[in-house]
């Protein structure tokens, strides 16, 4: 695999922290997101509806008579058609949209469900199943392009701004393990 320059050294392009791939982006990219710049537009744009786990969508269905006097007219029908997730054309199980893009979950202020999938929670990182390893990228938006702006500003990595979801998803020893490779890569 070909190495990653950075600050004149040579980097691996992956890091593997226990059974976890991680991209290299992850821990020398800069990442805070800015809401007032992008108005969260990760839940209304993009190609489908976001990844979920089966447990998530019986989550989302418990939460339903409480958050639907909040969701749109266009939002309720598109759940009573096919209720709150659907299978992409790629296979993935991911959360229902109304039209293209927009999710349906998002309300006037943000995400209605109190506790977001953990794949809403991890963006800009996505995982992957590789076998029977996990791998995880930083996917790139022009969205988000003053979240990068931002991160730099206030020197924050992808991994640092992900610090509470990448803990939720993958365990607190874990991401101490991650920090430890980092500070050992002279990245902080
Ligand atoms: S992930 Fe991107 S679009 Fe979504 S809130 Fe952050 S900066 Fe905005």
Not at 10 to 35: K, Q
Request: hydrophobic residues 35%; aromatic residues 8%.
């Amino acid at each position: 695999m070909a190495s990653n320059p950075y600050n004149g050294k040579e980097l691996p392009p992956m890091l593997m922290v226990d059974d976890v791939i991680v991209h290299m982006d992850i821990v020398t990219e800069y990442f805070c997101c800015d809401i007032s710049k992008c108005q969260g537009r990760c839940c209304e744009e993009g190609d489908a509806g976001a990844p979920v786990t089966l447990d998530e969508v019986a989550y989302i269905e418990n939460q339903l008579d409480r958050i639907w006097p909040e969701m749109s007219a266009q939002a309720q029908a598109v759940i009573d058609r096919q209720g709150v997730a659907y299978t992409d054309p790629e296979g993935e199980l991911v959360t229902s949209i109304i039209g293209s893009c927009d999710c349906c979950f998002r309300g006037q202020k943000g995400c209605l469900l109190p506790k977001r999938p953990i794949s809403c929670h991890l963006y800009p990182i996505r995982e992957k199943k590789l076998g029977s390893l996990t791998g995880i990228n930083y996917h790139r938006w022009d969205i988000c392009k003053d979240a990068v702006a931002l991160g730099k500003e206030r020197n924050i990595r992808v991994y640092q701004f992900l610090k509470e979801p990448l803990i939720r998803r993958f365990g607190e020893e874990w991401y101490r393990e991650l920090e430890v490779v980092a500070q050992e890569l002279g990245l902080v």
